[in-house]
């Protein structure tokens, strides 16, 4: 461990998605962590808080203001709640300055608040900033007002790129940015993909008994619906299907009403639950599944999901969608199937081909994820 410090700002559920928090703790003698809610997660979460460690531990606890809106007017207050929060974060780190000192790092994974940093490091009050670029919004959504967004949003991520360190977490990233001329084409670029924990002991599965686990965000874009459509062709081929839900979201009454139609598969969903019991829930199911949904303006298409590691330390073999970049490795170390989007069949198929080698897929989960070992690959991300 490093005798620095480190601002760390990141959006609700994700502050430790691939375990960077793990490593921010692990180097770093303090880190302040700033998790800023997005969508509503729950009645009973508490959003927007600081949380301050030393040496690992939580030293305090500091709730900021959250301003609730319905669901259905997030995206048209995002301007309103980012001003806020940027408002909000900027008067705490300038109080953390004071009392506890330097503040060597300035680290986040989205260009709003890279901007931020920026304007931090020009204030003098953080020693470096760090970008990780987490993704990249096509402006190609049906909606216009989504589209101003994502171009407003675009002019934060262009002045964001000009960090003091840019790291990507996928190629793509990069490609588009290098296409639109936000960087050089001669620019040598650092690709951090997300990483993966320490696996958990081979497991003997039930087979019989098929556990679907999922672990997300409840929206749209995730791709629940298809889960709970392929349901009933599922149950043609498998006596006993059990979805394994773990996440809260935007669309979880609509996902949940859906299932309830169903008769013949069983759909649990455990809501948004601490990270020892969905690794409990996730080592006991037979497969892991992330079915990203395809479009022209989707965010999957660009970044490098988390989801799918999180499977490969509780030893599932994958199923997704051939959206993410990431479907290919899967495919190539045998440690996943790819399947259609919507296609119920195609579905079936892939459930069908990890069962027939089921302890081959799972040795090909084991060698897939020892390649992104967190411990390893986060040692580019900064310089200690």
């Known amino acids: ?203 003997k599965k039930n ?24 349901g009933e062709h599922l149950s043609q081929h498998f006596k006993k299907v059990i979805f394994e839900i773990v996440g809260a979201g935007p669309d979880s009454e609509l996902f949940q009403s859906m299932a309830k139609n169903s008769k013949k598969v069983k759909y649990n969903f455990y809501g948004l639950t601490d990270e020892k019991k969905y690794e409990k829930i996730l080592y006991n199911s037979t497969i892991g599944v992330a079915p990203y949904k395809p479009g022209e303006g989707t965010v999957s298409k660009y970044t490098d999901p988390g989801k799918p590691k999180r499977y490969l330390e509780s030893n599932l073999p994958v199923l997704t969608t051939n959206v993410i970049e990431f479907a290919k490795e899967l495919e190539e170390y045998k440690a996943g199937a790819t399947i259609n989007y919507g296609d119920s069949k195609s579905f079936s198929e892939g459930v069908k081909r990890i069962l027939k080698n089921y302890d081959s897929y799972v040795r090909g989960v084991i060698k897939l994820h020892k390649k992104y070992y967190y411990k390893e690959i986060y040692k580019k991300l900064f310089d200690l």
């Not at 330097?102 to 970008?131: C, E, H, M, P």
């Not at 793509?172 to 940015?177: K, S």
Request: with cysteine; hydrophobic share 40%.
């Open 207 to 230: 087979l019989s008994e098929i556990k679907i686990g999922f672990i997300g965000v409840l929206k749209k874009s995730q791709g629940l619906e298809m889960l709970i459509g392929s």
């Open 1 to 203: 461990m490093t005798n620095k410090s480190v601002i760390y700002l990141n959006y609700s559920p994700y502050e430790n998605s691939g375990h960077i928090l793990d490593y921010l703790l692990e180097n770093f003698e303090r880190v302040y962590l700033f998790s800023i809610a997005f969508h509503t997660l729950g009645n009973n979460v508490q959003y927007n808080k600081l949380t301050i460690y030393q040496k690992g531990k939580v030293i305090k606890e500091e709730y900021m203001h959250y301003l609730r809106v319905p669901e259905a007017l997030v995206f048209f207050f995002i301007p309103v709640r980012s001003t806020l929060n940027a408002l909000q974060i900027i008067k705490r780190i300038f109080s953390i300055k004071q009392k506890y000192g330097k503040i060597d790092v300035y680290f986040t994974v989205n260009a709003f608040t890279a901007s931020v940093g920026r304007l931090l490091k020009w204030l003098g009050v953080v020693k470096q900033t760090v970008f990780w670029v987490w993704d990249y919004y096509p402006p190609t959504h049906p909606s216009a007002f989504a589209n101003c967004m994502r171009w407003l949003y675009w002019q934060f991520d262009k002045f964001a790129t000009y960090s003091d360190k840019v790291v990507y977490l996928h190629k793509r990233l990069a490609d588009v940015r290098r296409a639109k001329g936000v960087i050089d084409p001669k620019t040598k670029t650092i690709v951090v993909p997300i990483g993966t924990g320490e696996i958990l002991p081979i497991k």
